[in-house]
C-alpha cells in the first residue's frame, strides 16, 4: 500500500503537495489514441486499458524473460495480466512499480499490491468497474483533472478527428514530414493538390498541411532529433530533394540536409502561428531488428543514443532565430543525461522579449522519466536556468492510466523543494515556495496553453 506522504519527506513538502495536488492537469504532449479519444473508447479487459497500449511494461516484461505471446502476441488477456502480474514483483526500484501501485489505486480504488497471489482478486475488482457504462476514456481523464490533452498527430493525417472535444486538440507530429519518402511526397501531393516537383514545392504543401492543424486547433509541434543529427544549411536541398523525387538512393548527408532545411521551414511556421516547438533529441531508433519486425517501430526498444552535437543544436536554432525570420518558443527534451546540462545553458543563449522560458529545457523525458531523472532536471534547470518559468510534466505516453504520473511529478517536485528548504539551502518562506510548485506543478502548462487558444 502506498502511503499518503510517499515522496513527501519534510512537512514543508506535504504542506507544497496540499496546495499543488488539485491543481488541473494540462498535458502538452502524448500519444493517447487518436480514434479511441474520438469515440470515448470503453474498454473490455484491464489488459485492453493498462498493458496492451504501454511499451514500458512490454519492455520489463521482455527483460525478465515472458515469451512474447504474452506480452504482444496472441495469448488471452487474462494470461497477459498474470503475466504482468509476476513481472511486477520483481521489478524493486523500477518506477513502473510506484507507478502501478498509483493507477490501480487512483483510477480502481484498489490499494494492495499487485503480485501473483492477489492477481486475481485484482483483476475481478477492475473488471467489474471497467464495464460499467459510464468508466470510458473520456471519463478516465476527467478522473485524473485533465483540462487539456494534446495527442500526436502525423502531419500527413486528419487533424480535425478530436473536433467537438473541447478538452483535446492536435498536437502535430512532424517526423513523417521531415524524413520524406516517395510515399510521403505521394500523400501530400493528394492532400494539397500540388505536384512535388521541387523542394520549393514541398515546403509550400507543408505550409497547408500546419495551417490545416492551426484551424483545427493544434498550438504544439515536436520533432524528433534522433541518435547522429548533424545539421547542414548549403543551399543544396533542392539537390537532395530531386534525388528523393526521381528514386535515387540518398545518402546520409542527403538526409540530414533535407531534415534541417525542411525543419527551418516548419519551426518558421509555427513562429508565425505563435506555436510551442518541442525537440526530442537523442534517441536510438535502430537497435533490434527481430523486435522492429515483430512488434513496430514504437515497441519499447529503442536505446539512447550518443552525446547530441550541440553545436549542430545551437546552429539550427541560430539559424531559425536569424535567417529564417522567427524562433517559435522551444522546449527541449534530452534522453541522454549527458545531455541535460548543455541543453539547459543552450537555452539561455536564446531568450525571447516579453517571453519567460522562450527556449527551455523540457521535463525528463522516457528513460529519465522517473524520480532520480525528475530530480536531476530540477537541479539542472534550477542551477543553469530559472526554476521558476519552466513548464512542468507532460506524459508523453500512450496508455491511458499514465496520467497518473502528473500526480508523480508533483510529488517528485514537492519532496525535493521540501528538502531544499528544511536542508536551508532555500529560503524558507512558504508562500514563495508555493508559488514556485504552483506554477511549475501545473500553472505554468495552463498559462502557455491559455497564451495560445484563439490565436
Known amino acids: 500500500m502506498m502511503r499518503d506522504d510517499y515522496l513527501l519527506t519534510t512537512a514543508t513538502a506535504r504542506r507544497l503537495y496540499q496546495a499543488v495536488a488539485p491543481l488541473p492537469v494540462t498535458d502538452w504532449h502524448n ?135 473541447d478538452w483535446a486538440a492536435p498536437s502535430l507530429r512532424g517526423d513523417d514530414a521531415t524524413t520524406p519518402t516517395a510515399d510521403t511526397l505521394e500523400r501530400y501531393s493528394r492532400l494539397t493538390g500540388m505536384a512535388m516537383v521541387s523542394f520549393a514545392a514541398y515546403a509550400e504543401a507543408i505550409r497547408q498541411r500546419i495551417e490545416a492543424f492551426h484551424r483545427a486547433g493544434c498550438c504544439f509541434a515536436d520533432h524528433a532529433i534522433d541518435d547522429g543529427f548533424r545539421y547542414i544549411h548549403d543551399g543544396r536541398e533542392e539537390e537532395s530533394f530531386q534525388r528523393l523525387r526521381t528514386g535515387e538512393a540518398l545518402s546520409r548527408e542527403d538526409r540530414q540536409r533535407l531534415f534541417s532545411a525542411i525543419l527551418r521551414v516548419m519551426a518558421t511556421e509555427y513562429a508565425q502561428r505563435n506555436w510551442v516547438l518541442q525537440l526530442h533529441i537523442g534517441a536510438l531508433r535502430d537497435t533490434s531488428s527481430r523486435l522492429r519486425r515483430l512488434v513496430g517501430p514504437a515497441g519499447g526498444f529503442a536505446g539512447i543514443g550518443r552525446p547530441c552535437d550541440i553545436a549542430s543544436i545551437a546552429a539550427l536554432l541560430d539559424d531559425i532565430e536569424s535567417h529564417a525570420g522567427a524562433l517559435p518558443q522551444t522546449i527541449l527534451y534530452a534522453l541522454n543525461p549527458a545531455d541535460t546540462t548543455p541543453l539547459a545553458v543552450l537555452s539561455g543563449s536564446f531568450p525571447g522579449d516579453g517571453t519567460p522560458g522562450k527556449v527551455q529545457l523540457g521535463p525528463a523525458w522516457w528513460y529519465c522519466d522517473h524520480l532520480y531523472g525528475m530530480r536531476d532536471g530540477f537541479e539542472t534547470i ?41 536542508a536551508g539551502v532555500y529560503p524558507d518562506d512558504f508562500t514563495r515556495l508555493q508559488r514556485l510548485a504552483v506554477a511549475v506543478c501545473g500553472g505554468n502548462a495552463a498559462k502557455m496553453v491559455q497564451e495560445r487558444k484563439g490565436t
Open 31 to 165: 500519444h493517447l489514441s487518436i480514434e479511441d479519444l474520438r469515440t470515448d473508447r470503453h474498454y473490455s479487459t484491464l489488459t485492453d486499458l493498462w498493458i496492451t497500449p504501454d511499451p514500458y511494461k512490454h519492455r520489463a516484461m521482455r527483460i525478465c524473460g515472458v515469451p512474447e505471446r504474452l506480452i504482444t502476441g496472441d495469448a488471452d488477456d487474462y494470461a497477459k495480466f498474470l503475466a504482468w502480474s509476476a513481472t511486477l514483483a520483481q521489478l524493486t526500484g523500477n518506477p513502473l512499480q510506484p507507478w502501478s501501485a498509483m493507477e490501480l489505486a487512483r483510477v480502481f480504488g484498489i490499494t494492495r499490491e499487485l503480485t501473483p497471489d492477489t492477481a486475481a482478486g485484482i483483476w475481478h475488482e477492475a473488471q467489474e468497474i471497467i464495464a460499467q457504462p459510464t468508466f470510458s476514456l473520456h471519463s478516465l481523464l476527467k478522473r485524473f483533472n485533465v483540462t487539456y490533452a494534446a495527442p500526436c498527430i502525423p502531419a500527413g493525417d486528419d487533424p480535425t478527428a478530436l473536433a467537438g472535444i
Open 382 to 422: 534550477a542551477a543553469y536556468g530559472v526554476l521558476s518559468v519552466f513548464v512542468g510534466m507532460t506524459t508523453d505516453s500512450r496508455c491511458p492510466l499514465s496520467f497518473v504520473r502528473h500526480e508523480y511529478f508533483r510529488r517528485a517536485f514537492c519532496g525535493w523543494l521540501g528538502e531544499k528548504a528544511e
